[in-house]
């Protein structure tokens, strides 16, 4: 079955600092992998995609990930956090074996302190 | 632009009543979604369509129903609402290719008393 972790339900930063939000995914075949970015009151928006190719994909607002397929996962990263990067994360799998259907992971909710 | 709009966007009502939720997107997207989240949960996939006509049960889709009569609409409906469906839903849409991005909308908070 398909499914999706977010081991981190919340994480606090210092502004400036670096941060990782970590994704393991269970899927039967090759996934393709999203993250997404919910400000509070907002709807989702794509941060970046994985699809094929290079591993490390850049995204925006500076983010990015990369896909380890023997650790099936697909961390999130940034090297240097700003307050408005304080948000809800989403990462999410789908692919050719679900349709065009998302299995999304339960979030992880990101605290920027000055 | 084209873009996914939900309304109302905020709503609340009582306990056994019938409650539709719109959602109209202009990207010609065949792939609509609808999605409730709650805390602890994330985002659970209530029910979804692949074109007009078309019309799946999703994960969590007991006490809800949708139509697609268009490209552009898929209206969510509550038979009967109860309390467990307070939350709040999104809707999405993509492009038929499989595991395309799939584009939300700014979601629709349901209060049920």
């Known amino acids: 079955a398909q499914s999706v972790t977010q081991p981190d339900i919340h994480i606090t930063v210092s502004e400036g600092a670096s941060l990782e939000l970590r994704c393991n995914y269970s899927?039967?075949?090759?996934?393709?992998l999203f993250w997404y970015v919910q400000s509070p009151g907002q709807g989702l928006q794509l941060l970046l995609k994985?699809?094929?190719?290079?591993?490390l994909v850049q995204g925006i607002k500076g983010f990015e990930a990369e896909f380890k397929r023997s650790q099936s996962s697909f961390n999130l990263r940034k090297p240097s956090v700003h307050w408005s990067d304080a948000a809800e994360y989403f990462c999410?799998?789908?692919?050719?074996?679900?349709?065009?259907?998302?299995?999304f992971g339960t979030g992880t909710s990101l605290t920027v302190i000055p | 632009d084209a873009e996914i709009t939900q309304s109302p966007r905020h709503k609340i009502t009582e306990t056994g009543r019938q409650v539709t939720l719109a959602c109209h997107q202009t990207?010609?997207?065949?792939?609509m979604f609808w999605y409730r989240q709650d805390l602890g949960h994330g985002l659970r996939l209530i029910h979804y369509?692949?074109?007009?006509?078309?019309?799946n049960k999703g994960e969590v889709s007991d006490g809800y129903s949708v139509s697609r009569s268009n490209t552009e609409d898929l209206p969510l409906t509550l038979e009967s609402a109860a309390s467990s469906q307070t939350s709040v839903y999104f809707c999405?849409?993509?492009?038929?290719?499989?595991?395309?991005?799939?584009?939300f909308g700014a979601g629709t908070r349901l209060s049920v008393l």
């Open positions: 999405a849409s993509s492009e038929s290719v499989g595991g395309n991005i799939q584009y």
């Open positions: 899927y039967g075949a090759t996934p393709y």
């Open positions: 994985y699809f094929s190719g290079d591993t």
């Open positions: 990207w010609n997207h065949n792939n």
């Open positions: 999410a799998v789908g692919g050719w074996n679900t349709g065009n259907q998302f299995y």
């Open positions: 369509s692949y074109g007009v006509h078309d019309t």
